[in-house]
């Protein structure tokens, strides 16, 4: 069985997220902090990404968002989770990686789990795009899957149709 006491788990968030990324680590037990390039270095160690794009925009961003990362306790890295908090209670998980080869025992489970300890009952965790192996992963951690209802503007389905123009206000007398 997994123990979390074999594994080191460290985060980085960037400099504007200073004091939600105290926050977060304050309730993490045992973690530790580091710069971002100890977070690029890790990403470069991952030359097998399952089905995730390597064009994938997130890896271009993920140093504008926190990333939690594990360690065995060789040193060795075992893999990393990128995550977005919107608010306390609101947090967008953007991608769950662990090395191909100590895949399918239940790192990744635990990675997130230990990200939960640091979260508040009612925390709504999501995740806005997901591979067919990662939909697999979260509905076996609890997620359920939800319609998502998204809008793209453009000028033919904008609600109202007139262009804006400046209308003074009028003084309202009660």
């Known amino acids: 069985m997994i123990s979390r006491r074999d594994y080191h788990f460290y985060l980085y968030f960037?400099?504007?997220?200073?004091?939600?990324?105290?926050y977060f680590a304050s309730r993490l037990p045992g973690v530790g902090k580091v710069p971002w390039f100890i977070c690029e270095?890790?990403?470069?160690?991952?030359d097998d990404l399952g089905e995730i794009n390597p064009d994938y925009p997130g890896f271009k961003k993920m140093s504008e968002h926190f990333v939690?990362?594990?360690f065995g306790s060789d040193g060795q890295p075992v893999g990393f989770c990128v995550f977005i908090p919107e608010r306390l209670d609101l947090i967008q998980i953007d991608i769950i990686l662990i090395k191909k080869e100590l895949r399918e025992r239940g790192?990744?489970?635990?990675?997130?789990g230990y990200l939960e300890q640091a979260l508040e009952q009612g925390t709504i965790?999501?995740?806005?795009?997901?591979?067919n192996t990662g939909r697999k992963f979260f509905t076996r951690c609890?997620?359920?899957?939800?319609?998502?209802?998204?809008?793209?503007?453009?000028?033919?389905?904008?609600l109202l149709k007139e262009?804006?123009?400046y209308t003074p206000a009028v003084c309202a007398c009660v």
């Open 14 to 22: 960037p400099e504007r997220a200073e004091q939600i990324g105290t």
């Open 68 to 70: 939690l990362s594990m």
């Open 125 to 131: 965790l999501y995740v806005r795009q997901v591979t």
């Open 107 to 112: 790192l990744g489970r635990l990675l997130l």
């Open 142 to 158: 609890g997620f359920a899957r939800d319609v998502q209802l998204f809008k793209v503007l453009s000028e033919n389905n904008r």
């Open 41 to 46: 270095t890790l990403s470069c160690l991952f």
């Open 163 to 165: 262009k804006a123009c």
